[in-house]
């Protein structure tokens, strides 16, 4: 019997906005907003909060408990093995990775992902190898048996740490595929709508008080028609469109070229 589950990974450490799952926009944690958010995907399975067994993460258990989501804590590094130990946990067949930074994440887009996943039998399929969405729309969906080959054999710091290169890298032992946006046009590098700085806190803020109020499930499209309408809360990041964390591996990723990431 086939199980679906989707691992948002979460944690409290984050060295360059320590906290940030757990700071507040209209009130309510960010974490609790972008669980909602996914919530809404028809595709999705059951979603389960991954953190770390640092002592810093409690806080993160602890809102899960008191909101009846599910949880899972595992090793604070190697999030290879935390979301495998996490997929066994809840005996999935079917494992998708969405990162606790993507608060603006739109459920139809994970469908799509899903959808693509189910209808093409492949090991592994994601929106982001090449990325064209704008950043923060992030979905990577697998097989238990792919992210237990991948847990056995990834042996590099930077495989265990971001849990999925080990599928790019090795396409011959995995069948992979990628959803582009069907706008035919690549925001990746230029529109950012994920959490890691300050000023991606204000501008996430500014998308939630914006649309949250007159449709909590607001799209990807409603975030672009409010960018085009008032251009000024697009520059409240924009100094870092296209910064990732794929600027500090160029050298060990062959699937990943320099025009993929940029430098603060």
């Given at each position: 019997?086939?199980?679906?589950?989707?691992?948002?990974?979460?944690?409290?450490?984050?060295?360059?906005?320590?906290?940030?799952?757990?700071?507040?926009?209209?009130?309510?944690?960010?974490?609790?907003?972008?669980?909602?958010?996914?919530?809404?995907?028809?595709?999705?399975?059951?979603?389960?909060?991954?953190?770390?067994?640092?002592?810093?993460?409690?806080?993160?258990?602890?809102?899960?408990?008191?909101?009846?989501?599910?949880?899972?804590?595992?090793?604070?590094?190697?999030?290879?093995?935390?979301?495998?130990?996490?997929?066994?946990?809840?005996?999935?067949?079917?494992?998708a990775k969405i990162p606790s930074d993507c608060p603006l994440i739109d459920a139809r887009?994970?469908?799509k992902v899903f959808e693509f996943f189910m209808e093409n039998n492949l090991d592994y399929v994601s929106n982001l190898h090449p990325a064209t969405y704008p950043d923060g729309n992030d979905v990577e969906v697998f097989?238990?048996?792919?992210?237990?080959?991948?847990?056995?054999?990834?042996?590099?710091?930077?495989e265990r740490e971001h849990t999925t290169p080990y599928f790019w890298e090795n396409p011959h032992l995995f069948t992979i595929g990628n959803i582009s946006w069907e706008r035919n046009i690549d925001y990746s590098m230029s529109h950012r709508f994920t959490l890691d700085y300050i000023e991606d806190f204000n501008f996430i803020s500014r998308i939630?008080?914006?649309?949250?109020?007159?449709?909590?499930?607001f799209s990807l499209e409603d975030i672009l028609i409010l960018l085009d309408a008032k251009p000024e809360i697009y520059g409240l990041n924009s100094i870092y469109a296209g910064v990732?964390?794929?600027?500090?591996?160029?050298?060990?990723?062959?699937?990943?070229?320099?025009?993929?990431?940029?430098?603060?």
């Open positions: 019997m086939s199980k679906v589950i989707t691992i948002v990974q979460a944690r409290m450490s984050s060295s360059r906005l320590p906290g940030k799952v757990m700071r507040t926009i209209l009130g309510q944690p960010i974490l609790k907003l972008q669980l909602e958010r996914m919530s809404f995907s028809k595709c999705c399975g059951q979603i389960v909060v991954a953190t770390s067994l640092n002592p810093s993460d409690d806080i993160i258990e602890k809102f899960c408990i008191e909101n009846q989501i599910d949880v899972f804590r595992g090793d604070e590094n190697d999030l290879l093995d935390r979301h495998y130990q996490c997929a066994l946990k809840y005996e999935a067949t079917t494992v887009i994970m469908d097989t238990i048996e792919a992210l237990e080959k991948a847990n056995r054999d990834a042996k590099k710091s930077m939630y008080e914006e649309l949250y109020k007159i449709n909590r499930n990732n964390w794929y600027r500090n591996h160029l050298q060990e990723l062959s699937t990943i070229a320099p025009h993929q990431t940029k430098n603060i």
